[in-house]
């Protein structure tokens, strides 16, 4: 499921991911306490999110879960930044993100790993 997910949304969905389901109450707790936001504001962002299939509210007292993971939100994020800023070239993008990193040797096999299972 390719999902948008915006700043603002990616904030209720971080703390669903971290905490588990968790009440729009509980929800608003935690992100005034995060961000400051004040509980319409929530509610609203939890609204939007429900309507984008990217969580569900269950239960009389308004439980939320994630119906998404992370790494389906980081795939869709990483898919649009390659077609938007790289011709939709992975190569393109890794060549103009490894050419300014410095990366630690575990993460060099990493990458080489994942290129090998490509083959």
């Known amino acids: 499921m390719a999902v948008k997910v ?8 971080e703390a669903l991911w971290e905490e588990g389901d968790l009440t729009a109450g ?6 005034k306490d995060q961000t400051g936001w ?14 984008k299939g990217a969580i569900e509210r269950y239960g009389s007292n308004f439980s939320c879960r994630a119906v998404i993971t992370k790494e ?6 990483v898919k649009e930044l390659i077609g938007k800023l790289f011709g939709g070239s992975a ?3 890794l060549s103009a993100f490894l050419s300014d990193s410095e990366l630690p040797d575990g993460e060099i096999e990493q990458l080489k790993q994942i290129v090998e299972k490509l083959k």
């Open 91 to 93: 190569g393109v993008f």
């Open 38 to 51: 004040n509980r319409n504001t929530t509610y609203t962002v939890i609204g939007k999110l429900i309507d």
């Open 26 to 31: 509980q929800l608003a707790k935690i992100l």
């Open 72 to 77: 389906q939100v980081q795939r869709n994020e």
């Open 6 to 13: 915006f700043d603002s949304e990616l904030k209720v969905m």
